[in-house]
């Protein structure tokens, strides 16, 4: 613009009008430009990801009727207010890394192979705990994350300690992860993922919470203690601050978000404690697992032994089941893992093997008070998934979940297809055994048909204001070459009358009128 106007000043005349209008309206463009920018600059502060953005929680061990305390009385609302399902129907095992893997992949154990929290893989010969290994049984599953981070296109994932995120798979190691941390505290754990989506740089669209509790206190005092009616409380807490960061950020009407936990809890007096010791040679077999269900290698040429007294043993005891691999039920979606036992027990309700020893002497440490123990209980999980105590939770809310709607129970597998459908994204070559079917009237509107971008919008208007103030230039400068031209026509007619009259008061008045219309120009 200065260059044009350096041009302008060398070439016009002295009374070149062009020169003025243009730096008029220059000087009005460059003004309001700046404003402009500041738009485009305020509406990318915290460069919210342009796909749409999905938030998964999950409260381990927070069992369906938990709610009916009353100790939660936010989540009660957000329940009411969205979708949820009176409960959700957890794979077997009711383990935490088994579901929260099954919830990520939309597979059942079987499948991707991790049949429990601490598992033997009899081709590596190893006993697998948290691990690389544990969680890469099938190179073919494509947790959600990984999914959502391959589709590339500005999409980024952000996993907060939930079970297995911190690994690659397929090649793809997710933009933001942080491994399992108790010490980190709950409202340090909501403001780092919140910024996450809020990453100046690469922002998430895709974030995946994981807290400990209430499973945590439940195996140490059991599900209907007080301390567990605390930790209840406690999460009504860390969801009030959840909702208010919310709120209070770019995130508002923006975010969905999911809640869910993996499983329920089982109260297990301490009487209910099955010694294997009593019915079979601990020297003839390898125990792997946690109760109440464990995995039986029996030592080379001790197979038949080893069955034969593990049978004996239940059938006198009447509390727990002894399965051979074949005889392991259908419906629990185990046995035809290449990591499954070739012997397999479950313990009855409310039972668990002699594994838990070590465990509950913790827990008594943990009791003081306690003087006799006999009338007491600790907690665990991993029962058959339709025992009513196994149910876990579920509920939805945001821009894209109905409100105030519920819908049937579903088994947890069932996600993953939603998670795909909220984020707009295709299902992996390998399918997952979870159906959309089951969770479709959870949305409230096909996503692939219904999400478009909206940060284009912003470009749109500014382009329009833009639009806008040039044109008011160019009308600005057609209506000075209008009014110009009307004064240069009567300056030539006042120059006609003076040469015409001849005489001196004419030429005084000729001089006078022309020195009104430069006085006009020049105000003008």
Same mark, same amino acid.
């Given at each position: 613009?200065?260059?044009?106007?350096?041009?302008?000043?060398?070439?016009?005349? =002295?009374?070149?009008?062009?020169?003025?209008?243009?730096?008029?309206?220059?000087?009005?463009?460059?003004?309001? %430009?700046?404003?402009?920018?500041?738009?485009?600059?305020?509406?990318?502060?915290?460069?919210?990801?342009?796909?749409?953005?999905?938030?998964?929680?999950?409260?381990?061990?927070?069992?369906?009727?938990?709610?009916?305390?009353?100790?939660?009385?936010?989540?009660?609302?957000?329940?009411?207010?969205?979708?949820?399902?009176?409960?959700?129907?957890?794979?077997?095992?009711?383990?935490?890394?088994?579901?929260?893997?099954?919830?990520?992949?939309?597979?059942?154990?079987?499948?991707?192979?991790?049949?429990?929290?601490?598992?033997?893989?009899?081709?590596?010969?190893?006993?697998?705990?948290?691990?690389?290994?544990?969680?890469?049984?099938?190179?073919?599953?494509? #947790?959600?994350?990984?999914?959502?981070?391959?589709?590339?296109?500005?999409?980024?994932?952000?996993?907060?300690?939930? =079970?297995?995120?911190?690994?690659?798979?397929?090649?793809?190691?997710?933009?933001?992860?942080?491994? *399992?941390?108790?010490?980190?505290?709950?409202?340090?754990?909501?403001?780092?993922?919140?910024?996450?989506?809020?990453?100046?740089?690469?922002?998430?669209?895709?974030?995946?919470? *994981?807290?400990?509790?209430?499973?945590?206190?439940?195996?140490?005092?059991?599900?209907? %203690? +007080?301390?567990?009616?605390?930790?209840? !409380?406690?999460?009504? @807490?860390?969801?009030?601050?959840?909702?208010?960061?919310?709120?209070?950020?770019?995130?508002?009407?923006?975010?969905?978000?999911?809640?869910?936990?993996?499983?329920?809890?089982?109260?297990?007096?301490?009487?209910?404690?099955?010694?294997?010791?009593?019915?079979?040679?601990?020297?003839?077999?390898?125990?792997? /697992?946690?109760?109440?269900?464990?995995?039986?290698?029996?030592? +080379?040429?001790?197979?038949?032994?080893?069955?034969?007294?593990?049978?004996?043993? !239940?059938?006198?005891?009447?509390?727990?089941?002894?399965?051979?691999?074949?005889?392991?039920?259908?419906?629990?979606? *185990?046995?035809?893992?290449?990591?499954? +036992? +070739?012997?397999?027990?479950?313990?009855?309700?409310?039972?668990?093997?002699?594994?838990?020893?070590?465990?509950?002497?913790?827990?008594?440490?943990?009791?003081?008070?306690?003087?006799?123990?006999?009338?007491?209980?600790?907690?665990?999980?991993?029962?058959?998934?339709?025992?009513?105590?196994?149910?876990?939770?579920?509920?939805?809310?945001?821009?894209?979940?109905?409100?105030?709607?519920?819908?049937? =129970?579903?088994?947890?597998?069932?996600? *993953?297809?939603?998670?795909?459908?909220?984020?707009?994204?295709?299902?992996?070559?390998?399918?997952?055994?979870?159906?959309?079917?089951?969770?479709?009237?959870?949305?409230?509107?096909?996503?692939?048909?219904?999400?478009?971008?909206?940060? #284009?919008?912003?470009?749109?208007?500014?382009?329009?204001?833009?639009? !806008?103030?040039?044109?008011?230039?160019?009308?600005?400068?057609?209506?000075?070459?209008?009014?110009?031209? %009307?004064?240069?026509?009567?300056?030539?007619?006042?120059?006609?009358?003076?040469? @015409?009259? /001849?005489?001196?008061?004419? %030429?005084?008045?000729?001089?006078?009128?022309?020195?009104?219309?430069?006085?006009?120009?020049?105000?003008?």
């Amino acid at each position: 613009a200065d260059d044009i106007i350096l041009t302008l000043k060398k070439t016009r005349r =002295p009374d070149d009008w062009v020169f003025k209008v243009f730096k008029f309206n220059m000087s009005y463009l460059l003004f309001v %430009s700046p404003l402009i920018v500041l738009v485009f600059c305020s509406y990318r502060t915290y460069s919210i990801s342009e796909h749409p953005l999905l938030l998964i929680i999950s409260f381990d061990g927070f069992r369906y009727n938990y709610f009916d305390r009353n100790l939660t009385p936010e989540l009660l609302n957000l329940r009411v207010n969205g979708t949820y399902s009176k409960y959700m129907t957890s794979v077997f095992p009711t383990k935490t890394f088994p579901n929260h893997f099954s919830i990520a992949t939309g597979m059942y154990v079987d499948v991707h192979g991790v049949l429990d929290n601490k598992v033997f893989d009899s081709s590596l010969n190893r006993y697998l705990t948290y691990s690389y290994e544990l969680f890469h049984y099938n190179k073919d599953i494509v #947790p959600i994350w990984t999914l959502n981070e391959k589709k590339g296109d500005g999409r980024h994932t952000g996993c907060m300690m939930w =079970p297995g995120s911190n690994y690659e798979y397929q090649g793809t190691t997710i933009k933001h992860f942080q491994i *399992y941390n108790e010490s980190i505290e709950w409202k340090e754990r909501v403001d780092r993922i919140i910024s996450w989506f809020l990453d100046s740089e690469e922002p998430i669209n895709l974030g995946m919470m *994981y807290f400990e509790q209430p499973d945590l206190i439940m195996h140490t005092f059991g599900p209907d %203690s +007080p301390q567990l009616n605390q930790q209840l !409380a406690r999460i009504n @807490l860390i969801v009030e601050y959840l909702i208010d960061r919310i709120k209070n950020s770019e995130l508002l009407g923006k975010l969905n978000v999911i809640m869910l936990s993996d499983h329920g809890g089982q109260a297990v007096p301490y009487t209910h404690v099955i010694d294997l010791n009593y019915y079979l040679d601990n020297s003839t077999y390898s125990m792997y /697992g946690v109760s109440p269900n464990l995995q039986i290698y029996p030592n +080379p040429g001790k197979y038949d032994e080893v069955l034969n007294s593990l049978r004996k043993g !239940a059938e006198k005891s009447g509390h727990f089941f002894v399965f051979t691999r074949d005889e392991i039920h259908e419906q629990w979606h *185990y046995k035809d893992s290449g990591r499954c +036992p +070739p012997i397999f027990i479950v313990a009855d309700v409310s039972y668990v093997f002699n594994d838990l020893l070590v465990n509950i002497g913790k827990y008594k440490k943990k009791s003081p008070h306690i003087k006799d123990f006999s009338n007491s209980s600790f907690g665990t999980h991993g029962y058959d998934p339709l025992l009513e105590n196994m149910r876990a939770f579920f509920m939805a809310f945001g821009p894209l979940i109905k409100q105030n709607h519920t819908v049937a =129970p579903f088994v947890n597998i069932d996600l *993953y297809p939603l998670f795909a459908e909220l984020l707009d994204l295709e299902l992996p070559l390998t399918k997952p055994n979870g159906s959309f079917i089951f969770v479709e009237d959870i949305l409230n509107i096909k996503i692939s048909e219904s999400y478009t971008d909206t940060g #284009p919008t912003i470009y749109i208007i500014a382009g329009v204001i833009i639009g !806008a103030l040039c044109l008011i230039v160019v009308i600005s400068i057609i209506l000075h070459l209008k009014r110009i031209e %009307s004064l240069k026509q009567r300056k030539s007619s006042l120059s006609s009358y003076g040469v @015409l009259a /001849g005489s001196e008061e004419s %030429s005084q008045n000729f001089e006078g009128s022309k020195l009104l219309v430069t006085s006009e120009f020049e105000d003008d």
